[in-house]
């Protein structure tokens, strides 16, 4: 026999063994015992909640003439044709792909014929919001005037997509997603009933991962099992779920925390290394931050929705981190999450994070040294200083802000300080006196140099400096000096307030190519407007050098070959991410 899926072989048969919808299941039972039974449902809530299991348990129920209690019997011939779906008249429709007017169209054609073995004809219509308007509307017409015993349970995981006269004809429920302990009871009865060894922690880490969903969960489950013999073990949990270890999620935290860039880099690169996905262990950083808050306020909510395993570096970072500095995180932590869906380098995003976080960590009170992390020293010095010459100057801004009444009242009543880093951004000048001489004297020739000893530049830097050149690279260079694009503005800026970095690049060309080139940084969505700036200047000079000479030239000629000496045809125009 072919293996059958976990969550089909386990599939709720009565309303008793749903998991995690207890009120739900309670009214549906108390509608069929006391003959209350409404023509229409919705059932609304996230995916693999339990949505259609319920919709099939109660059309058994209605229908089972051994009911008991609101239970089907699960053993009547009606029972089992409907588990089977071989009853005609209960009608499974998925509306995903069976969206079209003339689907519904039939229905409201035979939904007048009376049921031929059941007591009820009973319409299951999963994902009912994908129904196109058409459709709805013949829907409608349906449910404005039922027939006798047929009853439609319209089921999906988006409600507010469904028309409001949809909604105002069904008795609504609203399916919860299953909190991760239920999940984890679910699962362990499984696996005891398959007599299936198991790792306890590795079965937590699933249930985690699952988000509510139960099918989801034996999903995951069934996947971590192929991976096993006959066992669940939690580095497969770990493989399957794509989760990161706690010990380590509580390490990186730390060090952010502790404001120890250089070692969460460090951490973050073996996280990356071990091939976990960087969206996914973004959630997982939310999700361990978002715990340390709530365990600030609520203990033994997280207690529970740990399952009971509070480990005591994390109980330590909650005790030791003040809830200002969660918050900031997590804002941080939402805002890249969103930059990621759009990226083709999450891995960039997640060191960008982490410099981000560990800056937070850095600024936001004293460096909360964590039992993983308790000799790691503060990074960089030089950047302390930027920093807080910069929280320094916020201060002032702040205090100015309050003297002027005018601005005052535009200040948002909370007047708080915004985190550094976004003050920063995009304030950053380029320094045009020290790019134009270099465009003067560039050639393309010694641009192919640097571009090709470039990789083993970034090699020789430190684990910082190079997360922070990692996305650069040189579009021009002279005799004079050599200017570095960003593909990133943040990247820029922390570039150009980083003298260290400037020394050890300048070092590094001088040992590679025998002169301390000069290193200017530009951002690589403001190099195209300083190049045109440049040759527009530079015009002028060729076209007054050319009118004495030939007059009739083409103007553009020069123009066009000196942009092309300059930075080669390949770099002209810039990608966008
Ligand atoms: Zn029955």
Not at 112 to 140: C, Q, R, W
Not at 250 to 269: I, N, R, W, Y
Not at 397 to 406: C, E, I, M, N, S
Request: a negative charge.
């Amino acid at each position: 026999m072919a293996y059958q899926a976990l969550y089909r072989v386990w599939r709720p048969q009565r309303f008793e063994d749903m998991i995690g919808q207890g009120v739900i299941t309670r009214t549906l039972k108390n509608a069929i015992t006391t003959n209350q039974i409404s023509h229409a449902y919705l059932f609304a809530g996230p995916r693999g909640t339990g949505k259609t299991s319920a919709a099939k348990i109660f059309a058994k129920a209605i229908n089972c003439h051994h009911q008991v209690d609101g239970e089907p019997c699960n053993e009547c011939e009606t029972c089992r044709a409907i588990t089977d779906g071989t009853l005609n008249d209960v009608i499974e429709i998925d509306a995903a792909s069976n969206n079209g007017v003339e689907e519904i169209r039939d229905i409201r054609d035979k939904v007048k014929y009376a049921p031929t073995v059941a007591d009820y004809k009973v319409y299951i219509i999963d994902e009912v919001h994908m129904l196109s308007t058409g459709a709805f509307n013949a829907l409608l017409k349906t449910l404005e005037e039922p027939p006798a015993n047929v009853i439609f349970i319209l089921a999906t995981t988006e409600p507010h997509k469904i028309p409001a006269t949809i909604i105002s004809r069904t008795q609504r429920f609203d399916f919860k997603r299953i909190a991760a302990s239920d999940s984890y009871e679910r699962m362990i009865y499984i696996l005891n009933q398959k007599d299936v060894t198991y790792d306890e922690q590795a079965v937590k880490v699933i249930a985690k991962a699952a988000e509510g969903g139960m099918r989801d969960a034996l999903s995951i489950l069934d996947q971590a099992l192929s991976f096993g013999d006959n066992e669940i073990t939690l580095d497969n949990a770990l493989l399957v779920t794509g989760s990161v270890a706690h010990e380590l999620l509580a390490t990186f935290v730390g060090q952010t925390l502790a404001g120890d860039t250089k070692a969460a880099l460090a951490t973050l690169q073996s996280v990356l290394e071990a091939g976990k996905d960087a969206e996914r262990f973004t959630e997982d950083i939310i999700g361990y931050a978002r715990d340390l808050l709530l365990y600030q306020q609520a203990p033994q909510l997280v207690e529970e929705a740990e399952m009971g395993s509070v480990s005591d570096d994390f109980q330590a970072l909650a005790k030791q981190t003040p809830a200002q500095t969660m918050y900031a995180m997590i804002n941080e932590l939402n805002a890249i999450q969103q930059q990621m869906r759009y990226t083709t380098h999450p891995d960039v995003y997640l060191e960008i994070l982490t410099i981000k976080l560990a800056e937070i960590g850095q600024q936001q009170g004293q460096p909360a040294p964590t039992p993983t992390v308790a000799a790691a020293p503060v990074a960089e010095p030089a950047a302390v200083k930027v920093l807080q010459r910069e929280v320094e100057q916020l201060q002032q801004t702040v205090k100015q802000l309050q003297a002027t009444p005018a601005a005052a009242t535009t200040a948002t009543p909370a007047a708080k300080p915004k985190p550094r880093v976004a003050k920063s951004s995009g304030t950053k000048e380029v320094n045009l006196a020290k790019v134009y001489p270099v465009l003067g004297s560039a050639t393309r020739e010694k641009l192919n140099q640097l571009q090709e000893v470039w990789p083993d530049l970034l090699n020789s830097l430190s684990v910082t400096q190079r997360a922070v050149m990692k996305v650069s690279q040189p579009v021009a260079a002279a005799d004079s000096g050599v200017i570095v694009a960003f593909d990133y503005s943040f990247l820029y800026q922390r570039a150009t307030t980083d003298n260290e970095l400037t020394d050890a690049l300048e070092n590094g060309l001088d040992r590679m190519i025998g002169t301390a080139l000069p290193v200017v940084f530009v951002p690589k969505d403001e190099w195209p407007v300083i190049r045109k700036n440049y040759l527009a200047a530079h015009q002028a000079e060729l076209q007054d050098h050319s009118d004495s000479e030939a007059p009739k030239q083409p103007e553009t000629a020069p123009i066009v070959s000196k942009a092309e000496e300059l930075f080669g045809k390949d770099i002209v125009e810039v990608k966008p991410d």
